[in-house]
């Protein structure tokens, strides 16, 4: 009994520790001052007007969507493919696997010089489709450990089935295996959009003028003047941060469920 209770207030004092920061900082979002100050001096939502009005606030939460959106597809996509690929033993699979992991390891900045130099040789620095790739190559790994978490948990003996009573391979997938996997491809498609809302220091080396982002939108206003739109911002952030929260413990519950049922 003591144990469990001493469990239990570690837990509550380590969430209580992480949540402090975010506690503290987020009323400012709507206060009615022009500074960052306690105590608020009253409730106002200017600054969550701002966002929508400012050009640059709502440009940045537009490009963020899109480029979200399109970093989503494309890695979805590739980490799929290169899940089902590595899914069969091949050759220098281990090393294929650790090779597409690298990302997760290697610092932004060194990537975001890479990327830099490869888009200028390829003839398309500065422009929607480098930040969507530059996104992709980070939200790759966490699809690839998802889908093939997914596919791990489906028993060979399914698919054969199939095969045995005449379907061809791709309907075998589309069928079979995507529907089994679905919850790992879902939970891999959240992760590359949360990814690519969050990600700044690739963006700043790929990203022109006009592909302004909302985490690049507040990092710049942060070198020009503190303000509490940014909080607002923030605000937004953890808001859409817990509804893919939200969405991949919903997966996760029906994935187990599932699992159960078969």
Do not use: C
């Amino acid at each position: 009994m003591m144990v469990r209770l001493l469990k239990s207030l570690y837990g509550a004092a380590t969430v209580i520790f992480l949540l402090a920061p975010l506690l503290a900082i987020l009323p400012i979002a709507f206060t009615s001052s022009s500074f960052l100050a306690y105590p608020i001096p009253s409730f106002s939502t200017r600054w969550f007007a701002e966002l929508a009005n400012e050009d640059a606030w709502r440009r940045s939460i537009v490009n963020s969507l899109l480029i979200g959106m399109g970093t989503t597809l494309l890695s979805t996509v590739l980490g799929m493919l290169a899940s089902l690929a590595l899914r069969r033993r091949i050759a220098f699979g281990s090393i294929l696997r650790t090779m597409f992991l690298l990302p997760m390891v290697v610092p932004a900045v060194v990537l975001g010089v890479g990327l830099q130099i490869l888009f200028a040789k390829l003839g398309f620095p500065n422009s929607f489709a480098a930040v969507i790739i530059a996104h992709t190559v980070v939200a790759v790994p966490f699809v690839l450990i998802s889908i093939t978490a997914s596919l791990e948990g489906i028993d060979y003996r399914v698919e054969r089935a199939a095969t045995s009573l005449g379907a061809s391979p791709a309907k075998v997938f589309w069928r079979v295996t995507l529907p089994l996997a679905m919850p790992g491809v879902l939970s891999g498609a959240v992760l590359a959009f949360a990814t690519s809302l969050d990600e700044v220091v690739l963006t700043l080396f790929v990203a022109g003028p006009n592909q302004l982002t909302l985490a690049r939108q507040m990092f710049s206003s942060i070198r020009e003047n503190i303000s509490p739109a940014i909080v607002a911002a923030a605000f937004l952030f953890i808001l859409g941060t817990v509804f893919l929260g939200g969405l991949l413990a919903i997966m996760h519950k029906r994935a187990a469920r599932s699992t159960i049922a078969g």
